[in-house]
């Protein structure tokens, strides 16, 4: 008998029990569209977490104070964001950005109010820095800045609250009592987890401190390197300078942590995020978070092929008599072997090639708020462990079938 009609046999046998075949098929269908889904939520989740990290700006690093017992004397201030700016200590730093923030701040445009879930006050370079360019309008200048000009670029959302249908751009809003003139809007930035990265507005330093925050400390400094290979340079350079402005002792002075992107050890008043070592860190993270889920996964792969084992003990045993009669006929064992092996296998590779059609389809969709990125590897690691289950769990049934005496085969009832 040539392997072709094995394989006619095979089929034959498959489809005198078309519901039972099915349903066994089922089991691997979701076990491999769990696989190849799952594994896509835990890529497509690592890559929405990587492009807010990579919208930060991975040649950038962010210090901020750690602001123990609330001390003036260990607060970033404004004199220690300019002393950055040295060509001599810190050659590698392309440029410094100071920033205050609010939390909270009310803007109204002709009776119409929206709160801002963040203002910042910052210089020009910040939009670089950031990695946030102005869509409409123009950013403002240095000169704003210096002459504390009460000029704002506003996010998306503020402007469709304040603005909807208007074009925002010379308009006077208020914020805090204070006459803001908005002359550019924000890119709009995707917006993942709780925080809407479009509902904020962005003034010079000087404007926003007089309005908002205050002439007291910074909320952070954003330093940008000259080339993302100099991170770790302008980190070790930004150290030195903080370290000599708040008479850190040179035996605690900071050192990388290689943790979590953050340097600065436990005595120093700041702390430094390295966004480059964020995203390694991230990385990391996604790819152990991905398999897991994917070993997860792996047992509905596993019950899947306990089934395959059930139905085909069955299968044997029903046809206890056929084989019988083939190997009285003269069948050798190997054929009967190879037989039910390759029914066992068709349950399996079919319903894998159904559960890939099944991941493919679900993969349109976005899952738990995260839209799935299904990578070649996953499907093909899928379908060759469905091979395998079939062969390894279609083994023990159709050795019990090729070990059938044909006599004791003859006489089953």
Known sequence: MSFFEVIRFSLRGLSANKLRSALTMLGILIGVAAVILLVAVGNGSAKAISDRIEALGTN????????????????????????????????????????????????????????????????????????????????????????????VVIGQTVAEELFPGIDPIDKQVTVSGALFTVVGVLKEKSSTGFQDSNDTAVAPLTAVQQVLAGYGSLTSIIVEAKDPDKVDAVQSEVSTIL????????????????????????????????????????????????????????ISLLVGGIGITNIMLVTVTERTREIGIRKALGAPRRVILTQFLIEATLLSVLGGALGVAAAL?????????????????????????????????????????????????????
């Open 60 to 151: 950038t690093i962010t210090v901020m104070s750690t602001g123990r017992g609330g001390s003036s004397s260990t607060a970033l201030t404004k004199k220690m964001s300019d002393a950055l700016i040295n060509p001599e200590l810190a050659p590698d730093i392309k440029s410094v950005s100071p920033v205050v923030s609010a939390s909270s701040a009310t803007m109204t445009y002709e009776g119409t109010d929206h709160s801002v879930s963040t203002f910042v006050g910052t210089t020009k370079d910040w939009f670089g820095a950031s990695s946030t360019p102005v869509e409409k309008g123009a950013s403002f200048t240095e000169d704003d800045v210096t002459q504390g000009r009460r000029v």
């Open 243 to 298: 370290n000599q402005q708040l008479n850190v002792k040179s035996t605690t002075s900071s050192s990388r942590s290689g943790s979590g992107g953050n340097s600065g050890t436990s005595s120093t008043p700041y702390r430094i995020q390295n966004a480059s070592s964020l995203l390694e860190t991230q990385t990391e993270t996604a790819d152990t978070f991905t398999t897991l889920l994917g070993a997860v996964a792996a």
């Open 361 to 413: 389809i679900g993969s349109h969709f976005t899952i738990v708020g995260v839209k799935p990125v299904i990578v070649p590897s996953s499907i093909g690691l899928a379908v060759g462990v469905s091979v395998a289950i079939g062969l390894f769990f279609g083994g023990l049934p159709a050795a019990r079938a090729a070990r059938l005496r044909p006599i004791d085969a003859l006489r089953y009832e």
